[in-house]
Protein backbone atom coordinates (compact mmCIF):
# COMPACT_ATOMS: atom_id res chain seq x y z
CA UNK A 1 0.00 0.00 0.00
CA UNK A 2 0.97 3.71 -0.48
CA UNK A 3 -0.52 6.98 0.14
CA UNK A 4 -2.33 7.37 -3.09
CA UNK A 5 -4.00 3.79 -2.20
CA UNK A 6 -4.90 5.31 1.05
CA UNK A 7 -6.30 8.23 -0.06
CA UNK A 8 -8.42 6.24 -2.63
CA UNK A 9 -9.26 3.89 0.23
CA UNK A 10 -10.38 7.25 2.72
CA UNK A 11 -12.28 8.63 -0.41
CA UNK A 12 -14.04 4.94 -0.56
CA UNK A 13 -15.16 5.57 3.48
CA UNK A 14 -16.21 8.88 3.25
CA UNK A 15 -18.51 8.19 0.10
CA UNK A 16 -20.19 5.05 2.37
CA UNK A 17 -20.75 7.17 5.30
CA UNK A 18 -22.24 10.21 3.00
CA UNK A 19 -25.30 7.79 2.18
CA UNK A 20 -26.55 8.50 5.44
CA UNK A 21 -25.42 11.40 6.77
CA UNK A 22 -25.74 14.77 5.13
CA UNK A 23 -22.80 17.16 5.33
CA UNK A 24 -20.39 16.33 8.31
CA UNK A 25 -17.62 16.37 5.98
CA UNK A 26 -15.24 17.44 8.75
CA UNK A 27 -16.21 15.75 11.38
CA UNK A 28 -15.92 11.98 9.30
CA UNK A 29 -12.36 13.61 8.22
CA UNK A 30 -11.47 13.93 11.52
CA UNK A 31 -12.67 10.77 12.48
CA UNK A 32 -11.08 9.07 9.67
CA UNK A 33 -7.33 10.70 11.16
CA UNK A 34 -8.32 9.47 14.20
CA UNK A 35 -8.66 5.78 12.84
CA UNK A 36 -5.44 5.63 11.42
CA UNK A 37 -3.42 7.39 13.83
CA UNK A 38 -4.95 5.11 16.57
CA UNK A 39 -6.81 8.12 18.79
CA UNK A 40 -10.05 8.57 20.14
CA UNK A 41 -12.11 11.11 19.33
CA UNK A 42 -15.07 13.23 21.26
CA UNK A 43 -18.41 14.41 19.60
CA UNK A 44 -19.96 17.58 21.35
CA UNK A 45 -23.46 19.36 20.03
CA UNK A 46 -26.53 19.92 20.84
CA UNK A 47 -29.05 16.59 20.32
CA UNK A 48 -30.05 15.15 16.99
CA UNK A 49 -26.72 16.67 14.97
CA UNK A 50 -26.40 12.89 14.02
CA UNK A 51 -23.74 11.91 16.55
CA UNK A 52 -24.59 8.69 16.94
CA UNK A 53 -25.92 8.07 13.34
CA UNK A 54 -22.62 8.90 12.51
CA UNK A 55 -20.46 6.49 14.45
CA UNK A 56 -22.56 3.80 13.29
CA UNK A 57 -22.44 4.35 9.60
CA UNK A 58 -18.36 4.77 10.49
CA UNK A 59 -18.14 0.92 11.99
CA UNK A 60 -19.79 0.03 9.29
CA UNK A 61 -17.69 1.32 6.37
CA UNK A 62 -14.71 0.11 7.98
CA UNK A 63 -15.52 -3.61 8.42
CA UNK A 64 -14.74 -3.22 12.52
CA UNK A 65 -16.83 -4.83 15.71
CA UNK A 66 -18.97 -2.40 17.02
CA UNK A 67 -19.97 -1.97 20.45
CA UNK A 68 -22.57 0.86 22.11
CA UNK A 69 -22.78 2.19 25.65
CA UNK A 70 -25.96 4.50 26.46
CA UNK A 71 -24.27 6.71 29.55
CA UNK A 72 -26.94 6.86 31.92
CA UNK A 73 -26.58 8.58 35.56
CA UNK A 74 -27.04 5.25 37.43
CA UNK A 75 -24.28 3.36 35.39
CA UNK A 76 -21.81 1.70 37.40
CA UNK A 77 -18.19 0.66 36.19
CA UNK A 78 -19.12 -3.15 35.62
CA UNK A 79 -21.58 -2.13 33.35
CA UNK A 80 -18.52 -1.02 31.27
CA UNK A 81 -15.69 -3.43 31.48
CA UNK A 82 -18.06 -6.85 32.88
CA UNK A 83 -17.97 -9.12 35.90
CA UNK A 84 -17.38 -11.58 37.86
CA UNK A 85 -20.01 -13.94 38.82
CA UNK A 86 -19.78 -17.12 40.69
CA UNK A 87 -20.80 -19.73 39.20
CA UNK A 88 -22.56 -22.35 41.86
CA UNK A 89 -22.25 -25.82 39.47
CA UNK A 90 -18.82 -25.29 38.69
CA UNK A 91 -17.71 -23.40 42.10
CA UNK A 92 -15.69 -20.79 39.74
CA UNK A 93 -15.85 -17.37 39.12
CA UNK A 94 -16.71 -16.86 35.62
CA UNK A 95 -15.70 -13.36 33.94
CA UNK A 96 -19.00 -11.49 31.80
CA UNK A 97 -17.06 -9.20 29.62
CA UNK A 98 -18.93 -5.66 29.20
CA UNK A 99 -19.52 -4.21 25.82
CA UNK A 100 -16.30 -2.39 26.35
CA UNK A 101 -14.74 -5.35 24.27
CA UNK A 102 -15.35 -4.46 20.86
CA UNK A 103 -13.43 -2.28 18.01
CA UNK A 104 -15.58 0.56 17.73
CA UNK A 105 -16.88 1.70 20.99
CA UNK A 106 -19.40 4.38 20.55
CA UNK A 107 -19.71 5.95 24.12
CA UNK A 108 -23.04 7.52 23.90
CA UNK A 109 -23.60 11.12 25.89
CA UNK A 110 -20.38 9.87 27.88
CA UNK A 111 -21.42 13.07 30.08
CA UNK A 112 -24.18 11.74 31.54
CA UNK A 113 -22.52 9.44 33.92
CA UNK A 114 -20.40 10.63 37.02
CA UNK A 115 -16.56 10.85 36.81
CA UNK A 116 -16.46 7.50 38.61
CA UNK A 117 -17.76 5.81 35.71
CA UNK A 118 -16.28 7.94 32.88
CA UNK A 119 -12.88 6.87 34.62
CA UNK A 120 -13.64 2.95 33.85
CA UNK A 121 -12.61 4.00 30.50
CA UNK A 122 -9.44 5.40 31.24
CA UNK A 123 -7.26 2.17 30.80
CA UNK A 124 -8.93 0.84 27.75
CA UNK A 125 -8.24 4.24 25.81
CA UNK A 126 -4.68 4.53 27.51
CA UNK A 127 -3.02 1.31 27.26
CA UNK A 128 -6.24 -1.17 25.04
CA UNK A 129 -6.45 -3.68 28.30
CA UNK A 130 -8.78 -4.03 31.16
CA UNK A 131 -8.13 -5.11 34.55
CA UNK A 132 -10.64 -7.28 35.60
CA UNK A 133 -10.78 -8.61 39.06
CA UNK A 134 -7.03 -8.43 39.34
CA UNK A 135 -6.53 -10.05 35.90
CA UNK A 136 -5.60 -8.13 32.90
CA UNK A 137 -7.93 -8.59 29.41
CA UNK A 138 -6.16 -7.50 26.32
CA UNK A 139 -8.36 -5.22 23.98
CA UNK A 140 -8.02 -5.17 20.47
CA UNK A 141 -4.90 -3.11 18.89
CA UNK A 142 -7.97 -1.53 16.50
CA UNK A 143 -9.40 -0.36 19.72
CA UNK A 144 -11.28 2.74 18.81
CA UNK A 145 -13.64 4.95 20.92
CA UNK A 146 -16.04 7.49 19.70
CA UNK A 147 -17.51 9.60 22.51
CA UNK A 148 -20.33 11.71 22.03
CA UNK A 149 -21.62 14.63 24.61
CA UNK A 150 -23.96 17.44 24.72
CA UNK A 151 -22.61 21.12 25.61
CA UNK A 152 -22.04 21.37 29.54
CA UNK A 153 -24.63 23.99 30.09
CA UNK A 154 -27.75 21.52 29.20
CA UNK A 155 -29.28 20.07 32.19
CA UNK A 156 -28.24 16.33 33.99
CA UNK A 157 -24.30 17.03 32.55
CA UNK A 158 -21.07 16.01 34.30
CA UNK A 159 -17.62 17.31 33.29
CA UNK A 160 -15.69 15.01 32.36
CA UNK A 161 -11.76 14.77 34.20
CA UNK A 162 -8.80 16.45 32.56
CA UNK A 163 -7.13 13.32 32.59
CA UNK A 164 -9.94 11.38 30.63
CA UNK A 165 -9.96 14.73 28.09
CA UNK A 166 -6.36 14.44 27.38
CA UNK A 167 -6.51 10.82 26.28
CA UNK A 168 -8.91 12.05 23.02
CA UNK A 169 -7.01 13.10 20.16
CA UNK A 170 -9.98 15.34 19.21
CA UNK A 171 -12.75 17.17 20.53
CA UNK A 172 -14.81 17.74 17.69
CA UNK A 173 -17.69 20.57 18.04
CA UNK A 174 -20.92 19.60 15.80
CA UNK A 175 -22.40 22.86 14.26
CA UNK A 176 -26.38 23.01 13.00
CA UNK A 177 -26.05 21.77 9.18
CA UNK A 178 -26.78 24.99 6.69
CA UNK A 179 -30.11 25.12 5.28
CA UNK A 180 -29.43 23.56 2.66
CA UNK A 181 -28.27 20.49 3.83
CA UNK A 182 -31.44 20.56 6.54
CA UNK A 183 -33.90 20.45 3.58
CA UNK A 184 -31.31 17.54 2.22
CA UNK A 185 -32.16 15.83 6.02
CA UNK A 186 -35.68 16.23 5.63
CA UNK A 187 -36.49 15.16 2.42
CA UNK A 188 -34.20 11.74 2.66
CA UNK A 189 -35.05 10.66 6.30
CA UNK A 190 -38.28 12.64 6.93
CA UNK A 191 -40.30 9.28 6.09
CA UNK A 192 -40.46 7.86 9.85
CA UNK A 193 -38.87 9.40 13.12
CA UNK A 194 -36.56 6.16 13.52
CA UNK A 195 -33.14 6.22 13.29
CA UNK A 196 -32.16 4.55 9.83
CA UNK A 197 -30.14 1.46 10.24
CA UNK A 198 -26.65 1.89 7.95
CA UNK A 199 -27.73 -1.61 6.40
CA UNK A 200 -30.95 -0.75 4.92
CA UNK A 201 -29.24 2.33 3.43
CA UNK A 202 -26.48 0.47 1.48
CA UNK A 203 -23.58 1.17 3.58
CA UNK A 204 -21.24 -2.04 3.36
CA UNK A 205 -17.43 -2.29 4.88
CA UNK A 206 -15.05 -1.15 1.97
CA UNK A 207 -11.92 -2.00 4.52
CA UNK A 208 -10.69 -5.57 5.64
CA UNK A 209 -8.53 -6.00 8.34
CA UNK A 210 -5.07 -6.86 6.50
CA UNK A 211 -5.62 -3.40 4.77
CA UNK A 212 -6.60 -1.36 8.01
CA UNK A 213 -3.07 -2.60 9.20
CA UNK A 214 -0.80 -1.64 6.63
CA UNK A 215 -2.65 1.67 6.24
CA UNK A 216 -1.60 2.15 10.13
CA UNK A 217 1.65 1.04 9.34
CA UNK A 218 1.98 3.27 6.45
CA UNK A 219 0.76 6.35 8.64
CA UNK A 220 3.23 5.52 11.11
CA UNK A 221 5.98 5.76 8.43
CA UNK A 222 5.02 9.81 7.07
CA UNK A 223 8.24 11.84 7.10
CA UNK A 224 7.83 14.13 9.87
CA UNK A 225 10.52 16.49 9.55
CA UNK A 226 12.72 18.42 12.33
CA UNK A 227 11.27 21.71 11.64
CA UNK A 228 7.48 20.22 11.86
CA UNK A 229 8.87 18.56 15.62
CA UNK A 230 10.23 21.67 16.57
CA UNK A 231 6.88 23.38 15.44
CA UNK A 232 4.42 21.06 16.99
CA UNK A 233 6.66 21.77 20.01
CA UNK A 234 6.57 25.72 20.05
CA UNK A 235 2.95 25.37 19.93
CA UNK A 236 2.34 22.87 22.34
CA UNK A 237 4.51 24.87 24.61
CA UNK A 238 2.94 28.61 24.06
CA UNK A 239 -0.07 27.44 25.35
CA UNK A 240 1.91 26.98 28.84
CA UNK A 241 3.37 30.46 28.08
CA UNK A 242 -0.48 32.18 27.26
CA UNK A 243 -1.32 34.45 30.28
CA UNK A 244 -5.11 33.57 29.37
CA UNK A 245 -4.68 29.94 30.15
CA UNK A 246 -3.97 28.70 33.58
CA UNK A 247 -2.99 25.20 32.74
CA UNK A 248 -1.20 24.26 28.95
CA UNK A 249 -1.58 21.19 26.93
CA UNK A 250 0.29 18.00 27.85
CA UNK A 251 3.91 16.72 26.61
CA UNK A 252 1.63 13.92 25.26
CA UNK A 253 -0.83 16.22 23.20
CA UNK A 254 2.16 17.11 21.13
CA UNK A 255 2.80 13.42 20.52
CA UNK A 256 -0.78 13.05 19.52
CA UNK A 257 -1.01 15.73 17.17
CA UNK A 258 2.54 15.05 15.36
CA UNK A 259 0.60 11.26 15.27
CA UNK A 260 -3.01 13.04 13.70
CA UNK A 261 -0.04 15.21 11.14
CA UNK A 262 1.18 11.91 9.81
CA UNK A 263 -2.32 10.62 8.92
CA UNK A 264 -3.33 13.80 7.80
CA UNK A 265 -0.88 14.24 5.27
CA UNK A 266 -1.10 10.22 4.46
CA UNK A 267 -4.89 10.78 3.72
CA UNK A 268 -3.88 13.95 1.26
CA UNK A 269 -1.87 11.58 -0.64
CA UNK A 270 1.86 12.93 0.39
CA UNK A 271 4.52 10.63 2.68
CA UNK A 272 5.64 13.53 4.24
CA UNK A 273 4.22 16.20 7.15
CA UNK A 274 3.50 20.41 5.81
CA UNK A 275 3.13 23.07 8.77
CA UNK A 276 -0.91 23.07 7.41
CA UNK A 277 -1.43 19.63 8.60
CA UNK A 278 -0.37 20.73 12.19
CA UNK A 279 -2.23 23.96 11.86
CA UNK A 280 -5.66 22.39 10.07
CA UNK A 281 -5.63 20.00 13.64
CA UNK A 282 -4.28 21.99 16.10
CA UNK A 283 -7.90 23.45 17.39
CA UNK A 284 -9.33 20.53 17.94
CA UNK A 285 -6.58 18.46 19.02
CA UNK A 286 -5.87 21.42 21.82
CA UNK A 287 -9.32 22.73 22.96
CA UNK A 288 -10.05 20.63 25.41
CA UNK A 289 -6.70 19.85 26.73
CA UNK A 290 -5.96 23.56 27.82
CA UNK A 291 -7.77 25.87 31.19
CA UNK A 292 -8.15 29.05 30.35
CA UNK A 293 -7.28 31.50 33.51
CA UNK A 294 -9.85 33.13 35.56
CA UNK A 295 -9.12 36.65 34.13
CA UNK A 296 -9.77 35.16 30.55
CA UNK A 297 -13.18 33.70 31.78
CA UNK A 298 -13.96 37.17 33.57
CA UNK A 299 -13.49 38.87 30.05
CA UNK A 300 -15.43 36.00 28.52
CA UNK A 301 -12.77 34.92 26.79
CA UNK A 302 -12.88 31.44 24.47
CA UNK A 303 -10.98 28.85 24.55
CA UNK A 304 -10.70 28.45 19.92
CA UNK A 305 -10.16 31.90 20.09
CA UNK A 306 -7.07 31.87 21.69
CA UNK A 307 -5.91 28.47 20.37
CA UNK A 308 -6.54 30.22 17.08
CA UNK A 309 -4.38 33.37 18.14
CA UNK A 310 -1.48 30.75 19.50
CA UNK A 311 -1.10 28.89 15.88
CA UNK A 312 -1.05 32.16 14.00
CA UNK A 313 1.07 33.84 16.38
CA UNK A 314 3.52 30.76 16.49
CA UNK A 315 6.14 31.14 13.32
CA UNK A 316 5.70 27.77 11.20
CA UNK A 317 8.74 26.53 8.72
CA UNK A 318 9.35 27.77 5.74
Known amino acids: ?6 KALAQKIRTQIAKSVVGQSDTAELMLVSLFCGGHILLEGPPGTAKTLLAQCFAASVGLEFGRIQFTPDLLPGDIVGTSQFNFQTSNFVVHRGPIFCELLLADEINRTPPKTQAALLEAMQERKVTLDGATHRLSD ?15 TYPLPEAQLDRFLFKHCLLYPSEVEEREIVKSL ?31 ETKLADEIVAYVTRLIRATRNSPDIATGASPRSGAMLAAAARAHAALDGRDYVIPDDVKVLALP ?4 RVILSPAAEIDGRKVDDIIKGLVDSTEAPR
Open 285 to 288: ALRH
Open 142 to 156: RFFVIATENPLEQQG
Open 1 to 6: MNVSDL
Open 190 to 220: GATVRMPDPAALGIVPVVDQPTLTAAVALVA
